[in-house]
């Protein structure tokens, strides 16, 4: 029996639209019934606090973790046929980094689907994978160990692996977790050169004063959605107050949610 | 050692060689596929696959005894230890993946189990009065003697087979291996790709029993890779090396054990990887232990020269014997231990190196902890250009003030 057919053009356009989606460990659902249409060509981030199920949401959408219910579609169509529309960038300490490669194997793993089993990487792949190192500043490093690199530098390569794969969605599991502030910067420049270039981005986030700075939606969860849509609208006192259950003091939320407030600016 | 040279050159016999060869392509294809096992590390999973061929090894004998009067039919063993170390690895995989036992507990558990039903088996037949009971033990350790053409055929083009196989997928593998989540969301199935794996390495064991024999055939898909980790740092060179180590074992084994008859070959080709890897151990130039040694070497050579240059940028007296004997090799230092030009330009660089680096331990220093920068290295080549002009910012600002 086929599911009934999906016609409102929103979900249809939309790089990665979750209906529904419920994930649980045993009997306890980690994300609850989450809806979410994330917008062509937009930059979104996912917050909530610890626990609230936000890399789990995006791991269960890109089927990575099993969900209990929910539909999840990719442009319109199921994640399985789509999947070379859409980059992932885990979180760098899930891999072993003592693995025998250097920073340009990683990238070049971005380029693994264009090449048929009996191709060799060539010169041309070669050079795919060092622009994009290039990219995030990082094309000196190509023939260094990866065990040999900071935390930083080891986001910095992930994002490069994903570029190489010209995705159209890419999504990104706490990029800004624990690196510098040099390479904060110039993820965010990354991010925003892709979105220029009509990109999706989705990208779960945990510091809660940069959002208005870097990005442009918000999906706000705990568990369940509690807000979502433009940061203007739907990145709220009230709906932090929600998200985060009064774990937030009224000074923090000041600092947070008002527009002025933008550091450096 | 005139037999054991023309077995080398193979002129020993048609059948000498071609045992050799298949021997190799053996190795080859135990080293391709042990190596992403290792990678994937579940190294321990040979283990348990090795000893769950026993019983199935020995029901086979039995069954083609009764039916055929001897035994000792190679495709009809084969398929009776696949058989039952593809029972071995369900239950490994049901009882890790329905109890909250690890894979290692279950691996154990499972091993130690089938591997005692098969002794039992193999008494068994040993009091049984059927046909060619006493070729069995070359099952468990190996023997090439008396291989038949046909055999040795049958091992090297399945070994062949196997090559290819792993050739194939060799991207999928690496991906898998190196982060399984994200070989997921580029379309692999990775499931399928972690089966097929242990399906090639059931394959290797299967295929090796009589050339290893069925327990050390572990050493052939686990030493081989650990030897080839030793000589690079790239994953698919060291699958190669891995590779290429593993046919040497198989070749150097098996005409070792042409020198006299009745010399078991499946140890001989486990001593020749260990004597790879032994070699590997010692001088391979990146993690060999005389490559650690050279390298503490210049790491303290490193030290000295830093501290003797720091403290001739301070105007600090050098006392250290060592230091001063560096700093004159080096040019920077007269005989009378007054500093060269050159050698006030160097601790000059090296007084500027060592703030930034300071600096950046300063300002990042979980970033420094965690990737153990002592400032040695020149700090261009360890941080990305853009951090550095941030901490040449920092330190010198543009608006003067710097000195």
Not at chain 1, 92 to 117: E, I
């Amino acid at each position: 029996m086929k599911p009934p057919a999906i016609h409102d053009p929103a979900i249809l356009e939309s790089p990665l639209a979750i209906q529904g989606l419920t994930v649980s460990y045993g009997q306890n659902p980690v994300v609850y019934s989450v809806d979410f249409v994330t917008p062509p060509g937009s930059l979104t981030a996912i917050v909530g606090p610890n626990g609230a199920g936000k890399s789990t949401l995006l791991k269960a959408a890109l089927g990575i973790v099993r969900r209990l219910s929910g539909e999840v579609l990719v442009y319109g169509k199921p994640y399985a046929q789509q999947s070379q529309r859409i980059a992932y960038v885990p979180q760098r300490n899930s891999v072993d980094w003592d693995f025998p490669a250097t920073v340009l194997d990683v990238v070049t793993m971005g380029l693994f689907r264009q090449l048929r089993w009996w191709q060799f990487t060539r010169r041309k792949h070669r050079d795919t994978a060092l622009a994009c190192l290039a990219r995030v500043g990082m094309e000196s490093f190509a023939d260094r160990q990866i065990g040999q690199l900071s935390g930083g530098q080891q986001q910095r390569v992930f994002l490069a692996r994903a570029l190489a794969q010209q995705a159209d969605l890419t999504i990104l599991d706490e990029p800004f977790a624990g690196v510098d502030a040099a390479t904060e910067k110039a993820i965010v420049e990354v991010l925003k050169s892709l979105r220029q270039q009509g990109k999706t981005l989705l990208c779960v986030h945990h510091d809660l004063t940069t959002v208005r700075d870097y990005f442009d939606h918000v999906l706000l969860v705990n568990v369940r959605r509690v807000a979502a849509g433009p940061v203007d609208e739907a990145f709220t006192e009230s709906a932090l107050q929600q998200a985060y259950g009064g774990r937030l003091g009224a000074l923090q939320l000041e600092r947070i949610v008002s527009v002025n407030s933008t550091p450096g600016a | 050692m005139d037999v054991w040279i023309s077995a080398l050159l193979f002129s020993a016999g048609y059948n000498t060689s071609l045992v050799t060869l298949g021997a190799m392509a053996l190795g080859a294809s135990a080293g391709m596929i042990g190596s992403f096992i290792l990678l994937r590390k579940r190294s321990l999973v040979s283990d348990a696959i090795s000893h769950a061929t026993l019983p199935g090894l020995a029901l086979a004998f039995i069954l083609t005894a009764t039916l055929t009067g001897d035994g000792r039919w190679l495709p009809g063993l084969m398929i009776g230890a696949a058989l039952s170390a593809t029972f071995g690895l369900w239950c490994v995989q049901a009882i890790s993946s329905r109890t909250r036992l690890g894979e290692d507990a279950a691996i154990g558990a499972v091993l130690s189990t089938l591997f005692g039903l098969g002794v039992v088996l193999i008494t068994a037949i040993q009091t049984m009065n059927i046909g060619g009971q006493a070729g069995l033990t070359d099952y468990l350790v190996g023997s090439t003697a008396g291989m038949l053409a046909a055999e040795a055929q049958l091992i090297a083009l399945c070994a062949l087979l196997l090559l290819l196989a792993c050739f194939m997928f060799r991207r999928e593998f690496l991906l898998v291996c190196f982060d399984a989540e994200y070989a997921y969301t580029t379309g692999i199935r990775t499931r399928r790709i972690d089966m097929l794996m242990l399906l090639l390495l059931l394959a290797v064991t299967v295929i090796g029993l009589k050339v290893t024999g069925l327990i050390l055939i572990v050493a052939l898909t686990i030493i081989p890779p650990v030897t080839g980790r030793f000589w690079t740092n790239r994953p698919l060179h060291m699958v190669a090396i891995a590779s290429v180590c593993g046919a040497l074992a198989g070749y150097l084994g098996v005409t070792l054990s042409s020198i006299r008859s009745g010399l078991p070959t499946g140890p001989l080709i486990v001593l020749s990887a260990f004597m790879l890897f032994a070699l590997s151990l010692l001088l391979s130039p990146r993690r060999g232990i005389v490559a650690k040694l050279a390298a503490h070497q210049r790491f303290k050579t490193q030290v000295h020269l830093r501290q003797g240059l720091l403290s001739l940028a301070r105007h600090e007296a050098i006392y250290d014997g060592l230091t001063l004997r560096i700093l004159k090799r080096h040019g920077y230092i007269r005989r009378d231990h007054v500093p060269t030009p050159s050698g006030l330009a160097a601790a000059r660089d090296a007084e500027h190196e060592e703030q930034l680096w300071s600096l950046y331990r300063t300002l990042y220093p979980d970033e420094a902890a965690y990737a153990g920068y002592v400032g040695l290295e020149p700090i261009g080549q360890c941080l990305p250009p853009d951090t550095i002009m941030a901490l040449e910012m920092r330190r010198y600002p543009p608006q003067g003030g710097a000195s």
